[in-house]
């Protein structure tokens, strides 16, 4: 309820452009709210806290205006309450407690994953993986889809006596994608296709031209073009997923090996039935 408050208040800043700021070290101070100094390290906090929240057409200075107005509220509505005494109550301290300990985990789990998310390690990851992936074979095809053998059939004839099939397709193809590009369907791996299509296109030759061939969506005419092998996704093209992947693991193995070493004591009464452990905590990329 507080953060929407605060988000709720700060909103207006962002219809007001100033100059973009430079950014300096996190000790510098960039505001003041009754003394209370603000400094770049808070705006820091500030941002990763509210990711996502921030306005998207907003620009970098209207973002900068927003996290100095959020964190001036922050500290006026924290003095009021540390004057109103709320800092003494027992529910106030047993929370402090609790979030003590939830941004240590936090942090630990972040450091830690930093010190093993490395790029040599992502690249091992990918050396390991890429050994056990079998390439696939792909085909590049163009096809005229008709609804009857008839049709097909007369099709087949033309192509097979000269006509240019790109040509054909865009005249007769019944299907909205591909018939404007001269029936190419671009490359395919057999399981991208129905079984009948995939069937006859991968035991032709490149050039050749099916006899009309029957799916689902009807006839089709099948041209092959070519073959090839499909290129395995190079280390920069999955850089990104391995991290994330690589990510998920070693913030995984951390609590897992944490909950091997724990002794947990039940001192309620629990059901029988076992509940299933809770997912690890997901921490933000440091």
Do not use: C
Request: zero cysteines.
């Amino acid at each position: 309820m507080l953060r929407t408050l605060l988000l709720a208040a700060t909103a207006a800043v962002l219809l007001a452009g100033t100059p973009a700021a430079v950014r300096a070290a996190p000790e510098t101070v960039v505001a003041k709210v009754d003394g209370m100094p603000i400094t770049e390290a808070d705006l820091a906090l500030a941002a990763e806290e509210l990711a996502g929240q921030i306005p998207a057409q907003a620009t970098e200075a209207q973002k900068r205006d927003f996290l100095v107005s959020f964190v001036a509220d922050m500290k006026l509505l924290s003095r009021a309450a540390k004057d109103a005494g709320v800092d003494k109550s027992p529910a106030f301290k047993k929370k402090l407690a609790y979030m003590r300990e939830k941004v240590l985990l936090d942090e630990y789990i972040a450091v830690e994953t930093k010190k093993q998310v490395t790029l040599d390690a992502m690249k091992k990851l990918y050396d390991e993986s890429i050994k056990s992936v079998t390439p696939e074979e792909e085909a590049r095809a163009r096809h005229i889809l008709v609804e009857t053998e008839d049709e097909a059939k007369a099709i087949a004839k033309r192509v097979k006596g000269g006509e240019d099939f790109a040509k054909v397709a865009g005249e007769a193809s019944k299907d909205p994608g591909s018939g404007k590009e001269g029936g190419d369907l671009g490359w395919f791996t057999k399981d991208r296709m129905v079984p009948e299509f995939s069937e006859a296109a991968f035991k032709m030759k490149p050039g050749e031209v099916s006899e009309p061939v029957k799916s689902q969506f009807g006839w089709h005419v099948i041209k092959l073009e070519e073959t090839r092998t499909k290129p395995l996704p190079s280390f920069d093209d999955v850089k990104d997923q391995v991290e994330q992947y690589l990510t998920r693991k070693v913030q995984n193995d951390i609590v897992v090996a944490l909950r091997a070493k724990g002794k947990v004591e039940r001192l309620d009464a629990p059901t029988p039935a076992a509940t299933p452990a809770p997912a690890p905590p997901e921490v933000k990329k440091p």
